[in-house]
């Protein structure tokens, strides 16, 4: 267990709604990251959450927010859904912003229909 | 931008044979390639990483090497069984500060 947790496990929406997406980080970690992985494909980074504030992020529209709050887990919000973000979105966090043995939660399976 | 690609996209082996997975990066600054592994319907684990300041690094029946100056890293899987048959994916971390991943590699091994 890798000890971060994301909620829900799978979820379906319909077109043009708003979801959001949970993370909880793993124990003493103060950075979250999150990436969209579509089927067949690598993950992809959509943004990373360093105590709190925005700390890079990927070629997402600004559809794609997040939050980080305190405690240091994170949201992902995606507004105005498409079909192409139907994905399978996973957060990984980590002790600042070294990456190395990141490890990813089990993610949520996003299907838009 | 920042890529990093991965060949072959498929891969079948038969069981106790070897396997190699290889990948190239484009970012000179990067200093940490990890890899994983995706069996079907869970998330990517990580099976072994690799730092800059070192060529090799081996677990087990799985190894890593790193070629900095041709700016490409490999996986290697010796002995495989069929419980080693997923996806596997590398990444390179970026000067931004986070991972980018190859497209993937299936690998099957046959009993």
């Known amino acids: 267990e890798t000890g971060v947790t994301q909620s829900p496990t799978h979820l379906i929406k319909t077109r043009g709604q708003q979801v959001t997406l949970r993370c909880s980080s793993q124990s003493g970690h103060n950075t979250v990251s999150w990436y969209q992985q579509a089927l067949g494909q690598g993950p992809q980074f959509i943004f990373q959450y360093y105590r709190e504030e925005e700390n890079g992020r990927g070629n997402f529209p600004p559809r794609f927010s997040g939050l980080q709050f305190p405690n240091y887990s994170s949201e992902l919000n995606v507004n105005a859904l498409e079909l192409d973000d139907s994905a399978l979105y996973l957060c990984?966090?980590?002790?600042?912003?070294?990456?190395?043995?990141?490890?990813f939660g089990s993610g949520t399976r996003l299907t838009v229909v | 931008g920042e890529n990093v690609e991965q060949h072959p996209s498929t891969l079948s082996v038969q069981e106790g044979d070897s396997a190699v997975i290889k990948c190239t990066y484009s970012?000179?600054?990067?200093?940490?390639f990890p890899w994983y592994k995706q069996e079907l319907g869970k998330r990517p684990q990580l099976i072994i990483d690799?730092?800059?300041?070192?060529g090799e690094k081996k677990d087990q029946r799985i190894a890593v090497t790193l070629n900095k100056t041709a700016k490409h890293f490999s996986l290697h899987i010796t002995e495989t069984q069929p419980e080693d048959s997923a996806v596997y994916f590398c990444?390179?971390?970026?000067?931004?500060?986070?991972?980018?991943f190859g497209k993937g590699t299936k690998l099957s091994v046959k009993p």
């Open positions: 970012d000179s600054a990067s200093n940490y």
């Open positions: 990984a966090s980590s002790a600042g912003l070294v990456l190395y043995g990141y490890t």
């Open positions: 990444a390179a971390i970026w000067s931004q500060g986070n991972l980018i």
């Open positions: 690799i730092r800059s300041n070192v």
